[in-house]
């Protein structure tokens, strides 16, 4: 029965993709605007870049690899709350994983369009350990966007 959905997933995996890039940009531009307070930007000027789009559609691999997770570490009596904890978890630790490398690529190519240097808990410029409950968030947020209706 599981490959069934693990088969459907895939299928779905494009239309997540896109939902998940989108969502990204939409999210980044929102936080930049906001961050645009803090330097008394009244303008509310939001930014992001378009080589952020396939760096955050790989969110839709999120859900499957929590799926993942499930299976391997087990399902048995695991409360809503408990498996939210585990995927918010799994999904930051992903994340900040994808968001080290894929900097790492586009720096390398002088072409990164974030730096985090000189920023609180930074690491090597390319991730903020300060952003970990944002991270989690984002996961679990793209999990519930990529998830089939009426699961």
């Given at each position: 029965m599981s490959h069934i959905k693990d088969m459907e997933r895939i299928k779905r995996l494009p239309a997540d993709f896109l939902k998940c890039g989108i969502t990204g940009w939409c999210l980044e531009v929102i936080f930049t605007s906001v961050e645009s307070i803090l330097n008394h930007d009244w303008r509310l000027m939001g930014r992001t870049s378009l080589l952020m789009f396939p760096i955050y559609g790989c969110g839709a691999l999120l859900g499957p690899l929590g799926s993942l997770a499930d299976?391997?570490?087990g399902e048995s009596?695991?409360?809503?709350?408990?498996?939210?904890?585990?995927?918010?978890?799994i999904y930051m630790v992903l994340i900040f994983t994808a968001e080290y490398i894929s900097g790492s690529f586009l720096r390398a190519r002088g072409?990164?369009?974030?730096?985090?240097?000189?920023?609180?808990?930074n690491v090597d410029g390319l991730i903020r350990l300060d952003f970990a409950p944002l991270w989690f968030g984002a996961g679990l947020l793209f999990e519930q966007i990529t998830k089939k209706r009426g699961r």
């Open positions: 299976r391997w570490i009596d695991l409360r809503v709350t408990d498996r939210m904890i585990r995927h918010g978890m072409i990164c369009p974030w730096d985090y240097t000189g920023k609180a808990a």
